[in-house]
């Protein structure tokens, strides 16, 4: 590697509650970490609403994904479990009975992360919170509690979620994603112009890292 070498950057769009965003999130990180170009990867994160339209007020997830899925709360759960397994086996915390709402705010205060150069952080400690099953994952005061954690002013954070800041730049990363072709999350750009839909393995992840590499270093 010589100094002059083009950085790259790895923009990922994601949803808080999407756990195949969750799960890939985790698998790049890794991919990320073994790359011998580490030092020189960028992580952008770009916000992805999937459902703009849900409630406010949290629902049992099982509850939520049966209405949205068309299918009984059993079949859900098994569902789910197949994924908690997956989770765990990455090392994640994944409890399948979490709430489930609409996640603008969260989004907006990611977006917030983004202005301070965590949004990663942000994006990643939310679905901690939110995957380990707390009931008050969408009350701003925790939001608000998880951003400062990760380097975000606490003041700062509290009025974003007092008003309606950050929505349009959500909205405009939705818009962004799809353009660029993708029809869900998790979505990844490397070197802007490598795209991967869904989550893939670790090891993938590293393979399109050292394509990417070479593209915009060849």
Not at 188 to 199: D, F, K, M, S, Y
Request: aromatic share 6%; glycine share 8%.
């Amino acid at each position: 590697m010589t100094a002059t070498a083009t950085r790259l950057t790895i923009d990922v769009w994601a949803d808080v509650v999407c756990p195949w965003c969750y799960i890939g999130e985790r698998r790049l990180q890794q991919a990320v970490e073994s790359s011998p170009h580490r030092d020189r990867i960028d992580l952008r994160v770009h916000t992805f609403q999937l459902h703009p339209d849900d409630n406010k007020t949290p629902i049992p997830a099982m509850q939520y994904l049966a209405k949205s899925h068309g299918m009984p709360e059993a079949q859900a759960r098994t569902m789910e479990g197949k994924l908690a397994a997956q989770a765990r086996s990455e090392g994640l915390v994944f409890e399948v009975e979490r709430p489930a709402a609409d996640t603008l705010d969260m989004l907006r205060v990611v977006q917030l992360g983004n202005q301070h150069g965590v949004g990663w952080q942000v994006l990643r400690a939310i679905q901690s919170y939110l995957f380990a099953g707390n009931d008050d994952a969408y009350e701003h005061e925790t939001l608000v509690r998880i951003a400062a954690e990760v380097g975000v002013p606490a003041d700062e954070a509290r009025e974003v979620l007092g008003g309606d800041r950050f929505a349009d730049e959500v909205r405009a990363d939705h818009q962004q994603a799809l353009q660029l072709g993708a029809r869900g999350v998790p979505f990844t750009v490397l070197g802007e112009r490598l795209g991967i839909p869904g989550a893939v393995s670790a090891a993938q992840y590293g393979q399109a890292i050292e394509q990417a590499w070479e593209q915009v270093n060849g």
